[in-house]
Structure formats: C-alpha cells, structure tokens
C-alpha cells in the first residue's frame, strides 16, 4: 500500500490521486475556480470531534494544502436546541491538535442568519418559496414516498404578498413553534424526495447560543450549507456520502438565487469495527455513565484519543492509509493500532515500570549497595539519548514474569531457572516464598557478579530478558489499562442482543498499582513513554505529584500484521 493509501482506490490513469483531488485537478486545469482550492470543515457544535470528524479534518485541511489553498473553519450552528460553546472550544482545541490551521477564518452558520434571511424573501418574492401551515406530521404524510409522489399543500399556491406577510411574522415571533413553516416551491412528484419541496425555515422559540433571542425561526441544513458555502467562496465542498440526494437541492438554491456557486462532491463516511461513531450514541456513552466523560481514553472521540496517547500523526497516517472512497465500508480497528504503534515505536523513549509487581530480593548482592547502569531511551536511535537507572539489593519484577511451574518454553524466571534482568545482570531464583493464600510474596534469587551489562560471561545461553526496577528509588503510579469498549465488531447490529449500549464490555479498564523507574520522575502530563514489553502509555491529566497515572494508549502486540498475514 502506498503511504497515503491511494492505490486502492485510486482514479483510473491517475494512480494515486483520490477522486476527489483528480476532480480538484480538472477544475484546476480547466481554470472554473480561477485556480482556487477552498475548503471547509463545517462541525456542529452539539458534541465533540470523533475520529470520523477527522477523516475530514484530514480530507479538508490536507487537500486545500496540498493544493495551496485555504480551509475555514465553520460552525454549523443552526440548532439552537442541542448547541454549546463548550463543544466550540473543543472542536476548536480538537482541529488545531489534529493539525488543521484555519488562521483566522473561523465562521459560524449564525452570522449568516440577517443574509439567509433576506434570500428567504427574494425566493418568496421570485414565486419559489411559500409558507405551509401544514403540521410537521401533515408534511411527512404528504411528502411521499421513494415509490409515490409527494401531494401539493393546500397552501402552495398563496400569493407571494401573503407569504411574505406570514414570513415576516413569523420572524417577529408572532406564531408558536410548529406552527408554520417555510417551504422551497419545487416539486412533489420528484423522484428525489429532497427535492419535494423541502422545508427551509421553522419556528423555534429557542436562545442560541450565539445569537441569543434575536431570531425565532431558524433556516435548516440544506438550505443553510450551501448558502454558507457560497457566501465564503469555498469552491469544493466536501460530505460524506449520505448528502448525495441532497446534492440537487444544494444546487437548486444556488441556481434560484442565482449566487456563486461551489461544488459538492461527497465521500464515504469512515467506519470502524467495535466502535461506535455518531454523536448521538457518544452523547449516549456519556450520559448513561459507560464513561467518565467525552475525554474517557475509551472514546473514539479526539479528546479521548489524546488524553489516551494517541499522536496526532498516528492519525493523520490512519486517515491517509484509509483513502477515499466513494462507497461505505468498515476499516478494521487494528489499523488504527498499527498506525499508533508504528509512530509511537520510533518516536517514544523506552522506560521500565513494573505494573503488577512481585518483590525479587538478590540475596548474595550487598546490602546497601547501589550501581547505576546506563540505558538508552531508543535501542535505535541514539538521538534519544539516555539515563542512569539504579539497581539495588531490591528489585521488583512482573508477577507474570515468574511462574512456580514453568510450562514448556517458558524462558522467564522460575525455580532455579536463570533470566536476564534487562541491561543489569543475570540472576537464578533461588525460592520463592509465598504468603498465607498460596500467592508469591518475594523471590529469593542469586545474581552472578560477572555478568554485569547482562553478557553472559561463559557463552551460557539464558534466553530470558525482563524488567526490573528497584524498589528502593521506584516512583508509585496508577496504571489503567484500556481495552476496547466493544468487543462485537458492530455494535449495536444485532437486534436480540438489545442495543449497542447493551454491547459495551463490563471490564474495559482495569487499574493497577505499579512501579516505575525513577527518570519518569520528570514525565509531564501528555508525554508518551513505552514502557518495556508492555506496551505505550501517557502521562494523564489526573495525575498528582505523590500519584502519577499513566493510560495505556496501546499494548505492543500487533494484532493487524498478524490479521493482515491471514487475509494476505
Ligand atoms: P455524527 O453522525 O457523529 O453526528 P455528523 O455528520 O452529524 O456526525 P457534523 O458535525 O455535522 O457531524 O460533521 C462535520 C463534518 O464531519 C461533516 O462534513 C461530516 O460529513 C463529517 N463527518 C462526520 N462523521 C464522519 C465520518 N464518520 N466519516 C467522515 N466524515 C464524517
Ligand atoms: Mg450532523
């Protein structure tokens, strides 16, 4: 696969190049933007980014980079009902994370409201706009179906003096929400139900959040977008494929009103197995308590995707190896977690830590003696530099590092068998003494002096490396161990099993008290570290100064090389 995943979807005489930047490349050639690439990337504020937002974000930005363009940020705030500015800073914090930099053309839909409106009037006075009394449940049931034509309203045909008064007054609030709305005059025996005279404006006795009790009526998506998208000159306007019916009525409303005019083009959306990615579910996680909140690193929100480690640069190469297409499918999420490890493999420094820890007492190393050894943070690459890590008389290990009864090919530590501590020495457990429930409580073992650095000074084999640190300079810390919230690989889509939220896993984080060497002392929240054999984790925001708390971000076994060895 190439590096930005093109060649599976490519354009045909153009490997490589997605369709969407072959498009952009004809409009460019052919001079019907004068050259221009404008993009925008229009969230509504009404919950946070999740990774299908970043397939876009990536789309967006990327393409109006690539081609020395521009991209806006854009509020699509025209719901004032389930809007907040809380979800305005994050998007915000969200795109400039993802490495989206819109400079300083950050929109909102609601500046447009005062310009939407007057273009209202102009459609009711040009004869292509009229206000309908009809109930909302009227509207539907005269709308039609995808194989019967919609019915006319009864109040189709007011005059346009009409219409204009009753538009007017429902702006001044004279009427209850519901009570009218504003409808585009096209037609209702389209086989495009979008077209089927859609609803334009409705009365909503609301605050929002940034136009506060100016407006009562509110204009709707269709009719907003493409409005937006004008009056910013954006020239390609890119959605995901759900949108293609409304592609008539984009155009339709540009044409009626006769306004510069960008093109749509729309993409498939992205999605994931054992992963839910529609605000409204989130909302849902949310609220129920599933999580602790939209940041829970369980979320496949971008908050919860940073505060869980991810790099930003894992992402974009997820979104680029993804690629374009222009019908729906389902990436695997252990292509997400190849595109994390792969990054953060050559870009995090390499620490020990001891999350389930069992003591190791070296019984012929002297007491009070400590030795430092020196160790790089990279094994392959000596830009990381290193540190002093100090080893003493005491030391923990992982529990599961040690077993009483070794199965076959068990090359750690067990009942006389000899293991290498990692960079240290080699030591042979001597006992292992347990405590009143049968459970290990310390290993007795004996190092050989003349192993230090770990060589084997006879040419003896001993296969087994494990970490350590040293229970006298060990720094405590909280571990929490993620796995995936789901474990179907489609939540949700299969109905006897009740709904998605009925999917989640019970046992999705587990906490654990464990042990890190003491350089970690200057870790700052954020920072990614992988600690040895266990996997990579980050520093999160709730850590104090007597507890740090590391998420782990993602485990080392790679599960997608090995799915990819199967499926290849
Ligand atoms: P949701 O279903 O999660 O509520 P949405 O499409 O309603 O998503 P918006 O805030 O309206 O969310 O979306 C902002 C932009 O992000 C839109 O251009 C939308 O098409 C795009 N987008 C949202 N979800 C995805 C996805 N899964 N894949 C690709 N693009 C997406
Ligand atoms: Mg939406």
Redesign the pocket.
């Known amino acids: 696969m190439s590096k930005n995943g093109n060649d599976k979807n490519g354009t045909p005489g153009r490997p490589g190049v997605d369709f969407i930047r072959a498009r952009i490349q004809d409009d460019n050639a052919s001079g019907r933007f004068g050259g221009r690439v404008h993009t925008r ?7 946070c ?9 990536c ?2 930005f990327g393409v109006a980079g690539e081609f020395g363009g521009k991209c806006n940020l854009r509020f ?1 705030d025209t719901n004032p009902a389930k809007e907040e500015t809380e979800y305005v800073d994050s998007i915000r914090e969200d795109v400039r994370w993802l490495g989206g930099d819109w400079q300083e053309r950050e929109f909102y839909a609601s500046d447009y409201f005062e310009q939407l409106y007057a273009y209202a009037e102009q459609l009711i006075r040009m004869g292509k706009a009229y206000v309908d009394d009809l109930s909302a449940d009227e509207i539907r049931e005269y709308r039609g179906t995808l194989t019967e034509p919609g019915r006319e309203s009864p109040w189709r045909s007011r005059s346009m003096e009409e219409n204009l008064d009753l538009f007017r007054r429902m702006r001044a609030g004279e009427f209850s929400d519901g009570a009218r709305v504003l409808r585009a005059k096209i037609d209702m025996a389209s086989s495009n139900p979008a077209m089927r005279d859609p609803t334009l404006y409705r009365i909503r006795h609301a605050e929002h959040h940034r136009t506060g009790k100016t407006w009562c009526i509110y204009p709707l998506y269709d009719y907003t977008h493409c409005l937006s998208d004008s009056l910013e000159g954006i020239t390609h306007s ?3 494929l ?2 293609a019916n409304n592609r008539e009525l984009y155009d339709w409303v540009l044409d009626a009103l006769n306004v510069y005019h960008p093109q749509q083009i729309e ?5 994931l197995t054992c992963t839910v ?6 909302i849902q996680l949310v609220e129920s308590g599933c999580v602790s909140g939209w940041d829970d690193p369980r979320m496949p929100t971008l908050s919860g995707l940073r505060r869980r480690g991810v790099p930003p640069e894992a992402l974009r190469e997820f979104c680029a190896r993804v690629g374009l297409a222009r019908v729906n499918s389902t990436v695997e999420v252990a292509m997400l977690e190849f595109c994390i490890r792969e990054y953060l493999n050559d870009h995090a420094p390499r620490v020990m830590a001891v999350l389930d820890p069992v003591k190791v007492i070296i019984e012929n190393y002297p007491k009070g003696q400590v030795e430092t050894f020196e160790m790089p943070y990279h094994p392959e690459d000596a830009a990381f530099g290193s540190r002093n890590v100090p080893f003493s008389r005491e030391l923990y290990i992982e529990r599961d590092d040690f077993r009483a009864n070794p199965p076959r090919k068990y090359h750690r530590l067990a009942p006389d068998a000899e293991v290498r501590l990692r960079y240290a020495y080699l030591i042979t457990c001597r006992e292992a003494v347990l405590d009143e429930t049968g459970k290990v409580r310390e290993l007795r073992c004996m190092y050989d002096p003349q192993s230090r650095g770990g060589r084997s000074p006879d040419g003896r084999r001993v296969k087994g490396t494990i970490h350590w640190v040293s229970a006298a300079h060990a720094l405590p810390a909280t571990m929490r161990l993620y796995e995936q919230l789901f474990a179907v690989a489609n939540p949700g889509e299969a109905p006897e099993e009740g709904t998605f939220l009925d999917n989640v896993t019970p046992d999705s984080l587990r906490c654990t008290r464990g042990w890190m060497e003491p350089a970690l002392a200057d870790a700052c929240v954020g920072d990614r570290v992988q600690f040895e054999r266990l996997g990579y984790f980050c520093k999160d925001r709730e850590s104090t100064a007597e507890m740090p708390v590391f998420n782990r971000t993602v485990t080392l076994r790679d599960s997608w090389a090995k799915l990819e060895k199967r499926e290849g």
């Open positions: 990337f229009p969230p509504e504020p009404n919950g980014l999740h990774l299908g937002h970043a397939k876009s974000i789309l967006n699509d890119l959605c995901t759900e949108f993409f498939a959306r992205l999605n990615l529609s605000k409204r579910r989130l």
